[in-house]
């Protein structure tokens, strides 16, 4: 039996996916991260963006003319937002949110073995069995006070079960498992994701860097987000889990990645902080790289911890989203431009060449052109050394889908503009280290390259190198999005 989880989006999606991978391979089960073959697909979606929620539907489609008779698990951001698209598929025979993922490996044997239609509620996968309601028989379905009545309701009929409830002002979330008979499993709970982190044990990642997810959830209800409403209020992993991680992780690869769906939040709710957790992490000799920063995170508190490791990759990536004060003030950031500015100087006089990247949204509600030309301006004025430039997309349920909306020829060629300045400023950050000795952590081979990383993350490329291993190259001219 072979099953392939496959994750869409951000980093910590892809941290959950090799968690999943983990557990299912410890059953004995043949795994795979890529879009191939397979009995079983675990389909982790995205929804930061229409496009990536649009993606995480299509993908659907593109395991299923793999393997038509395929069965498919759907779990993440894109599901919790809306399942009712994943359920109408008929190959789909689970879908669920953001939370209890790790149910998703019980959900899988509990269908693989079960031979007629049962119900199951719970108010959480894992409870004692006094809470949990077994039966085979609708109408004792529909005559228990405890079941949800939009359960009752569509029990019996040919069609899914509704999949967002309400019970005495608590919100409901419901995983559903079905055959072709009908249900075979539905978990029906109160969610309390916003309460504690979960634990996912540790994690096995087939690529050379691993991902250590660190943090879930998120605070700052930005105007254009979404997530905050699918990943729930932010949490921390205590930090003695976080090492045990790190130590299993530090024998397998030559990189770990400290990541969560807001990094800069970390240790908030269990009184500790970022910087508490890296000063936990000095014995490690092994490349830490940090994920997506909140640029007040950026004090000398930080930068003391990131100086005590003894492989510290020098890239941070500073989430700027507009370069205008008046556009951040509207989309809730919480921050100017000159108090960015002076977090990005404080880099610099730790790190003189650090490669400091960001995110920047074009086309946010409202903005004018000279909001955009002071976001180019002051793009140029940081000398970024890398851009992740994203096209605004209106999230429902978010303040700013409620703005009047630009025109999508304008966004587009908003979008066209700034990627030629963000060119211009990767090809001058990389060219400073042309004829320099580089330690780059080679990953994969493509198109007849090994590629690689190096510590301030540029992408380098070599006809001849070992993956998984760290050399020294000296690279001669720009090639692609890095050099050669």
């Known amino acids: 039996m072979k099953i392939v989880s496959f994750s869409l989006g951000c980093k910590v999606n892809q941290y959950e996916s090799d968690a999943l991978l983990a557990i299912l391979s410890q059953k004995g089960y043949e795994i795979s991260e890529k879009l191939e073959f397979a009995d079983v697909y675990i389909l982790n979606t995205c929804a930061v963006t229409a496009e ?23 779990c993440g951001c894109a599901s919790e937002n809306n399942v009712e698209p994943y359920l109408l598929r008929e190959q789909v025979v689970y879908a669920s949110g953001t939370a209890k993922k790790m149910a998703i490996c019980d959900a899988i044997e509990e269908y693989l073995k079960c031979q007629k239609s049962k119900i199951v509620l719970t ?60 249900i075979i499993e539905c978990k029906n709970y109160v969610i309390d994701a916003d309460k504690k982190f979960e634990e996912m044990g540790n994690s096995i990642s087939p690529r050379t860097r691993h991902y250590i997810k660190v943090q879930d959830g998120c605070d700052n209800f930005c105007s254009y987000c979404i997530i905050p409403y699918l990943r729930g209020r932010g949490r921390s992993r205590l930090i003695t889990n976080i090492l045990k991680e790190v ?9 770990i990645v400290l990541t969560g769906i807001n990094l800069s939040a970390y240790g908030k709710d269990i009184d500790s902080s970022l910087a508490n957790l890296l000063w936990a992490l000095k014995d490690f000799d092994i490349r830490i790289r940090l994920g997506s920063l909140e640029v007040g995170i950026i004090d000398r508190e930080l930068l003391e911890a990131t100086k005590k490791l003894p492989a510290f990759c020098d890239h941070f990536h500073l989430s700027l989203q507009s370069g205008d004060d008046r556009v951040l003030k509207a989309m809730n950031r919480h921050y100017n431009t000159a108090e960015f500015k002076k977090a990005v100087e404080l880099i610099r006089e730790y790190y003189p060449k650090a490669a400091i990247t960001t995110d920047v949204i074009v086309g946010f509600p409202t903005e004018n052109d000279e909001e955009f030309q002071n976001t180019k301006a002051f793009v140029k004025d940081i000398e970024f050394a890398d851009i992740h430039i994203f096209s605004f997309s209106p999230r429902e349920r978010t303040v700013a889908a409620k703005m009047p909306q630009l025109d999508r020829k304008l966004i587009e060629a908003r979008h066209k503009e700034l990627e030629k300045v963000k060119l211009d400023l990767r090809n001058n950050y ?49 090639f692609n999005d890095g050099m050669k």
Do not use: M, W
């Open 52 to 74: 990536a929620e649009r993606k995480s539907r299509q993908t659907i489609t593109r395991v299923l003319a793999i393997n038509p008779n395929a069965k498919v698990f759907v």
């Open 247 to 255: 130590e299993f992780a530090s024998t397998r690869t030559k990189e």
């Open 430 to 478: 990389n060219s400073k280290f042309l004829n320099q000795p580089q330690e780059v952590l080679f990953e994969s081979k493509q198109n007849g390259y090994y590629t690689g990383h190096t510590k301030n993350y540029i992408t380098v490329y070599r006809a001849e190198a070992k993956r998984g291993e760290i050399s020294t190259v000296v690279c001669s001219e720009l």
């Open 123 to 182: 108010e959480n996968p894992k409870c004692d069995d006094d809470n949990i309601i077994y039966s085979n028989n609708i109408e004792n379905i529909k005559q228990n006070n405890n079941i949800d009545e939009n359960i009752k309701q569509n029990v019996d009929k040919d069609e899914n079960i509704e999949v967002k409830s309400s019970n005495n002002d608590d919100e409901i979330k419901i995983n559903i498992l079905k055959n072709n008979n009908g």
